[in-house]
């Protein structure tokens, strides 16, 4: 039995074979160019928060270790921390008042969040770093059958064309790959200092609150701030606590609120 001349499998496949060139080609320019936007994105969030990122962990822990309960969360906004990281450690100071397992429990989906995060920033780079070779190697064979054909033909210029469109396709799946690699590794190296940052100061606000329930303090429970209305309501509370010092009011008298002593939540 001839499998070429009595079949038809070998034309189905050589014809699904060229239908898959062009979306191929396609795939691999909008990689190139998906893969400059995340160059540039880098750049950027380089400028925009690496730069910035001016952590010194001792410093803000000994703060933490000597301010009073009241003043974790300024504290926590004097810090030169990210967003992200304020948010997360601000949403635990102001919910000291749980008991151990919910704190440690709200502390660990504020991580988990935050790692969540990055994962998803890290995810396109990740996949393209793995499809782009894919994609080159396809680029690459398709065309190499109707050269080689040309070839028994004696069809240099045919030949050469498919080579050209071969070799092009796998430099350009290679380039994306290596571009997405390296952002992936840069971005990969800076989130996991971000995350061992916040993981390290998180457990000193814990370690903080359990002090306080030894001493009898009540402290503040039932907050639930989102990313930006935290950082902005920690501000104006901190900013509202230095104007009372300020003007020599001291704290205002609170009744049975949180952060005195002698008083127990629950």
Request: aromatic share 8%; proline share 3%.
């Amino acid at each position: 039995m001839n499998l070429y001349q009595e079949t038809f499998l070998p034309s189905t496949l050589h014809d699904i074979a060229m239908g898959l060139l062009i979306p191929t080609m396609v795939l691999i320019i909008f990689l190139i160019l998906i893969s400059m936007y995340f160059i540039g994105q880098v750049i950027v969030e380089f400028f925009t928060e690496r730069r910035h990122f001016r952590q010194n962990i001792p410093s803000i822990i000994n703060d933490i270790n000597k301010e009073g309960y009241e003043g974790i969360t300024a504290v926590l906004m004097k810090a030169r921390l990210l967003q992200y990281q304020k948010a997360a450690l601000i949403m635990v100071s102001e919910n000291m008042g749980l008991s151990e397992e919910m704190l440690f429990a709200l502390a660990q989906s504020e991580v988990n969040g935050t790692e969540k995060h990055y994962k998803r920033r890290l995810a396109w780079t990740d996949v393209i770093s793995k499809v782009a070779p894919m994609l080159g190697l396809m680029g690459t064979l398709i065309p190499l059958g109707p050269g080689i054909v040309s070839l028994g033909q004696g069809d240099t210029l045919a030949l050469s064309q498919s080579l050209l469109v071969a070799f092009d396709a796998t430099i350009c799946g290679l380039v994306c790959a290596v571009a997405s690699l390296i952002v992936s590794k840069i971005r990969s190296g800076w989130y996991t200092e971000y995350l061992n940052v916040l993981e390290s100061i998180m457990s000193c606000v814990i370690d903080k609150a359990a002090l306080a329930r030894t001493e009898g303090v009540m402290l503040p429970s039932g907050y639930r701030g989102d990313a930006v209305s935290s950082i902005t309501g920690s501000k104006k509370r901190a900013v509202k606590a230095a104007q009372r010092k300020t003007d020599g009011r001291g704290p205002v008298d609170r009744g049975n609120r949180p952060y005195e002593k002698g008083n127990t939540h629950g």
